[in-house]
């Protein structure tokens, strides 16, 4: 049985993680070994992982979706810091709010709130 599915993501450079995936989304550093560092929480959660032929109304699949109490207050943080907002805040019909956001090595993250 699964426990658990940690996403993997290649850099030259991991300093560029911190300010994006700890300070503005608040995760904590679990490990830093120098060349690997682990960011996350306590949650617990359900393993899930999601297969798409488009990022719903036709969108790009994003890389992974990043669950979040105040999507208007990491919305507003990111857009502060300059990264780029790729799909703009929206409500969508099936109770998400969401936007998606080029993190620091390019991928595409889908940051959401259910509604």
Do not use: C
Not at 26 to 48: A, R, S, Y
Not at 72 to 92: F, P, R, S, V
């Amino acid at each position: 049985m699964v426990k658990r599915i940690v996403a993997n993501i290649k850099t030259q450079d991991l300093s560029k993680a911190d300010y994006f995936y700890h300070d503005i989304l608040g995760l904590d550093i679990l490990m830093d070994h120098g060349w690997i560092k682990t960011f996350g929480n306590d949650e617990e959660t359900k393993v899930q992982i999601s297969f798409a032929i488009q990022g719903g109304n036709d969108t790009e699949v994003p890389e992974f979706s990043i669950e979040v109490d105040d999507v208007d207050e990491i919305y507003n943080a990111m857009k502060t810091a300059g990264y780029e907002i790729i799909y703009e805040l929206t409500n969508e019909d099936w109770g998400v709010r969401r936007f998606f956001v080029k993190d620091p090595f390019g991928k595409l993250i889908n940051i959401l709130s259910h509604l």
